[in-house]
């Protein structure tokens, strides 16, 4: 079995998980005066850097959650307005054959002639159906025939704008989620650096314990290890507990 080797973190929770970490031990064992802490420049260093990361990454992960309340709003929104799409025609065709009316009415709110909905089912489609039938309502009254009811146009456009606007916040959340994962990205090579400055330092206090030890004690500073003729796995990105720093 090959000599196992640290496992530097490849996710943000696990860059936070080893950088906080060994800021609490370093402090915990200056606070027991052990003779292997690191030098306080070094806990300085994390300090300084850590309250730029850590928010960073909870803002990154508001924005993330923000994202997914939006776009499931927008679902909702343009679930309910497809659902008045297709009460309204199915309303218009059972006029049309109860009161013998045209079938060309259904071109005059922009379908088929059968009557049949539309195939598409993306947002825009669905958004665009609802336009003919608002534009279609004006024609169709300019031509003699009553408005339609339950739903009413008015409905369906209140539909539509309630769907618009939700597109809009979801490409609005997408922005904000974009320049935060942006800002976080542009930190990571600076959280990489002093991690792996942290083990040498370590590497030089610990020197000339037993191998035993040095793991024992990078494990306590948050470090993890694997064995060389095993390929490492990298760590999750899962949300790590909040955490205070001055």
Known sequence: MGEPRELYPKSDNGRLRVLETSVDQTAQD??????????????TMIQTFLAKFRPAY??????????GK???EKNTAVSELAQYVRD?????????AREKQPEALFIEYGQIRSGENATGQAAADIIDYADQIIKGEVRVIADGYAPMTNPTVA????????AIAEIADVNAAK??????QHDLDALRPEADK???IMNSQLDITLYGMSKDDIRAIKERYGFTFYDRETAPTGDEETPPPPHNHP
């Open 155 to 162: 409905e369906i456009e209140t539909k539509r704008n309630a």
């Open 30 to 43: 200056r606070l027991l005066a052990r003779p292997y802490v690191v030098p306080t420049q070094m806990e």
């Open 58 to 67: 909870d803002h990154m992960l508001a924005e993330r959650g923000t994202r």
């Open 175 to 180: 922005s904000n989620l974009d320049q935060a």
């Open 88 to 96: 309204f025609l199915e309303v218009l065709q059972r006029r049309i």
């Open 194 to 196: 002093l991690i792996r």
């Open 70 to 72: 939006e776009v499931d």
